[in-house]
Each structure stands twice: as structure tokens, then as C-alpha cells.
């Protein structure tokens, strides 16, 4: 999420009436979670776990939880509650704003776009041209939809990220400031829902096709011309390069990356990074010829079963 005016440091922590270290006047431009940090971003980290990736991410400004040697290059702003702050950040910059009317009056739309009744467009959204969104499709604010894309009824674009801070009594959560940007000649089935990014964009690339009931998580970037069967399910933070095949009922782990031309067979579990143009199936995902062959053997087994019993009858000794 970049600023629309950059902040200095001195300015940020006046904000959150905070302590740091680092000059005055060091500039913050953006605001983002880890997975989505570039230079000048303010991230937040508060386990210990955490601190050695967030300190040396690309992320020049850091809300921590405790003190730390700050690398050269960097500010540090110092905070009993990293997540409370950089939430109350989010809401600052990045505020709810309420709809009167279905169609935003700051929502752009382009020649030729056609939006059939009870669709709902947020504010600041943009759609390109020659577009056709069907009825009771959810277009939330600040998503960007490129020309020549087809949506189906009943699609949710823009829903917020499962994104939460387990306290000792109940779960934080952590607003969600990014969008969705889906790209020219994209095709979104019915019942879809894709959440916008935590702090980023959600993306989903050229001439990619979505059949019906697909679940798309935070932050996750869909390359080119992919193809995805119904009631596919992705989690956040996930990778998918370019002509991928997902086919129906595949789930994804979060935090991993499916490589260029990948098929995955329906109702596999993708727990780990798949490397590129490669057939997978099963859960774990595996290469699905490996996979085959051991089902192959599997029906074997009580044939093998039944000889090893005639063998022991034969010799009980």
C-alpha cells in the first residue's frame, strides 16, 4: 500500500506516540506486511522468529517489540504492540468508506463495459473496457479490472483476508488495505470470491480462466493464461507462474509457488513448491506417473497377501 503523501519517521511516531531511532526526516512511501515489502515500506514484526527476516527484508522502516541493532540504511520505530500499531496505520491512511448508491461515484468505467442489474461497484474502483459483469456480482473499493474481462453472478471481488493475531482471548484482526487488480481477457466463473492483499494486490494475470466457486486468499499472484476447475481453493502469499492447470477441488498450501505449465490432478493437496511443467497428483501433491504406479501396487497387495498366507500354510515352520 504506498502513500499518497510519503511521511517522515518523526511524523509516523507523533502518530502512534511512539519512540524510534533513525533521522528525524528518514521517509516512509508505503505501508506493507512482510511478503509484500519494497524499499522505503514500513513493516511490522513482533515474535521473535520474525525479527532476523523482518530487519533484513527490503523494508527500510520496522515496528519491533523489543530493541534491536538497527542495519545501516533503516529506521526502527519501537512498540508494545507492532500489530495494533501497523493496523491503526492501515485505518489511518487507507479508511473505510461507506456506499450510498451501487454504483460509486468515483468508480471509472470504460466504453463499452457492460454492467447487468444488482451488480454493486465500490469506491475508486476502476474497470476497464468492453467488460461484462453479470448480476450481483461485489466489486469492493480500489480494485482494478482490466479491459475485455468477464465476471459471472454472484462473484465477490475484493473481500478481506483471512488475516488474524491470536491474543489470549480472541483473534486480532488485521484490517486489510490492498486490492485486486485482475488483468485484461481474465474470465471469473459464478460464486467466486478473491480477497484484495493484506497491505498489496491480489493479482490475478492476462487471459487467465476461472471456472465456477474458486476461493482465491490475500496477497496470491496468478500468472498468464492459467486455467482453474471449480471449487479450487488457494491460500494467501502463494506464487502461480504462467500456464498453470488446476484442476477441480485442488487446494493450495499458503506461502509457496507453483511453477510455469503445472497440472495438478483434481482433489490434490498442494503442500510445497512444484517445480515447472510437471504433472502432479495426490495429497501431497506428487508427480502423478510416481503416484499411479504406487496405487498400481496398492491393489496388488492382497493378491501378495493371500500368497504369503498359502506360503506360511504350506511351511508353518
Known amino acids: 500500500m504506498q502513500l499518497a503523501q510519503p511521511l517522515t519517521l518523526k511524523q509516523t511516531c507523533d502518530l502512534l506516540q511512539a519512540k524510534y531511532f533513525g533521522p528525524p526526516d528518514f521517509l516512509i512511501t508505503g505501508i506493507n506486511e512482510i511478503h509484500m515489502v519494497e524499499r522505503g515500506d514500513l513493516t511490522f514484526v513482533d515474535h521473535p522468529k520474525y525479527y532476523d527476516k523482518a530487519l533484513k527484508s527490503a523494508a527500510t522502516t520496522i515496528i519491533i517489540n523489543q530493541q534491536a541493532d538497527c542495519p545501516e540504511g533503516k529506521a526502527l520505530i519501537f512498540s508494545d504492540d507492532p500489530f495494533r500499531d501497523f493496523v491503526w496505520l492501515i485505518n489511518k491512511f487507507r479508511p473505510f468508506q461507506p456506499s450510498s448508491q451501487m454504483i460509486s461515484p468515483s468508480a471509472k468505467i470504460g466504453k463499452g463495459t457492460i454492467l447487468q442489474p444488482g451488480v454493486f461497484v465500490g469506491n475508486h474502483v476502476v474497470i476497464g473496457e468492453n467488460c461484462l459483469i453479470h448480476p450481483h456480482v461485489t466489486i469492493y473499493d480500489h480494485t482494478i479490472i482490466g479491459n475485455n474481462v468477464i465476471i459471472h453472478s454472484g462473484s465477490v471481488i475484493g473481500s478481506d483476508g483471512l488475516y488474524y493475531k491470536r491474543r489470549s482471548t480472541h483473534y486480532d484482526k488485521l484490517v486489510s488495505g490492498g486490492r485486486v487488480v485482475i488483468e485484461d481477457n481474465v474470465e471469473i466463473g459464478a460464486s467466486c470470491t478473491i480477497d484484495r492483499g493484506s497491505t498489496g494486490d491480489t493479482t490475478i494475470g492476462w487471459g487467465t480462466k476461472f471456472d465456477n466457486q474458486i476461493h ?29 492447470i488446476l484442476w477441480g477441488q485442488v487446494g493450495v498450501q499458503k506461502d509457496l509457488t507453483i511453477k510455469k505449465g503445472t497440472i495438478v490432478l483434481g482433489q490434490s493437496g498442494v503442500t510445497k513448491t512444484l517445480e515447472a511443467g510437471k504433472p502432479y497428483f495426490g495429497t501431497p501433491a506428487q508427480d502423478s506417473r510416481e503416484f499411479l504406479k504406487q496405487l498400481a501396487s496398492l491393489r496388488k497387495l492382497p493378491e501378495l497377501m493371500d500368497k504369503l498366507k498359502s506360503l506360511e500354510t504350506k511351511n508353518p515352520d
Do not use: M, Y
Open 216 to 244: 482465491v486468499g490475500h496477497d496470491t499472484k496468478i500468472g498468464r493464461n492459467c486455467l482453474f476447475a471449480a471449487q479450487v481453493g488457494i491460500a494467501g502469499c502463494v506464487v502461480i507462474e504462467n500456464d498453470v
